[in-house]
């Protein structure tokens, strides 16, 4: 599916949060709960647990994903005596693929759980009659050096007012060289500008895969560093590259 020019104006409002962020146990679990701005959304982004945290930190990176909706719809479930409503975490749009609903867990279950399955088997039903696909997702159990890269990419994808003067220079400049590590590139261009302006873009270019950095090791001043030509998502390196495949 081709989702990269699309205006969102009809998915904006149809796939608005269904439930608002309980946090009134949060002082007793500090850092779990909370919110940070999205690039991908252009607005604040909602979160309740760590997974969900580190999942959504992974659709900020990922490239390919266009566009993603938490806590999108609700899905009704009937256990054969009662019915409730079941919100799934977020639903994404990704280039080339069908919109994917995901279910964000912290593991899998280490025993059967009903009511777990049956929230499963309504979610997958719906996703069915909408052309989406469904899975459950863990992102915690991703490799600890991916987790903090992750975050500190992340962390870098807010542009400051000096990036646009800079990064034409800064990506012709890797062209050129075709490959070294963070530090050396930054460091070209002491008798222009203080280096320690230049790392903060060039850890921003790698955010939005214009740089390509192996996301597998943890990501220094001394990871080696290549122009992305062809728009390759850093995440390719994981599992096939398929989100789905945390």
Not at 66 to 85: C, N, S
Not at 152 to 163: A, I, Q, T, W
Request: glycine content about 2%.
């Amino acid at each position: 599916m081709e989702w990269e020019n699309r205006t969102w104006v009809n998915e904006d409002v149809l796939y608005s949060p269904k439930r608002k962020v309980n946090n009134r146990r949060s002082h007793f679990y500090p850092h779990i709960i909370g919110s940070f701005y999205s690039t991908k959304n252009l607005k604040p982004v909602a979160y309740e647990s760590l997974s969900e945290r580190m999942f959504y930190y992974y659709l900020e990176i990922d490239t390919e994903v266009k566009r993603y909706y938490v806590q999108p719809i609700e899905v009704p479930v009937f256990d054969g005596k009662e019915e409730w409503i079941h919100v799934p975490d977020v639903l994404v749009y990704k280039q080339r693929f069908n919109p994917l609903l995901y279910q964000v867990k912290l593991e899998p279950e280490t025993t059967q759980n009903d009511n777990v399955e049956l929230c499963n088997r309504y979610c997958r039903a719906v996703a069915l009659e909408q052309n989406w696909e469904y899975d459950v997702v863990y992102p915690m159990q991703l490799p600890k050096d991916v987790q903090y890269n992750l975050k500190l990419l992340k962390s870098f994808l807010k542009e400051r007012k000096y990036y646009p003067q800079w990064t034409e220079k800064v990506t012709y400049r890797l062209r050129c060289i075709e490959s070294c590590s963070i530090e050396y590139l930054a460091s070209s261009f002491i008798n222009t500008i203080d280096p320690l302006f230049i790392k903060p873009l060039i850890f921003n270019l790698i955010a939005k895969g214009i740089f390509f950095a192996d996301i597998t090791e943890r990501i220094s001043s001394q990871s080696i560093i290549i122009l992305n030509s062809q728009n390759l998502s850093s995440l390719k390196s994981l599992e096939g590259g398929n989100m789905y495949g945390v």
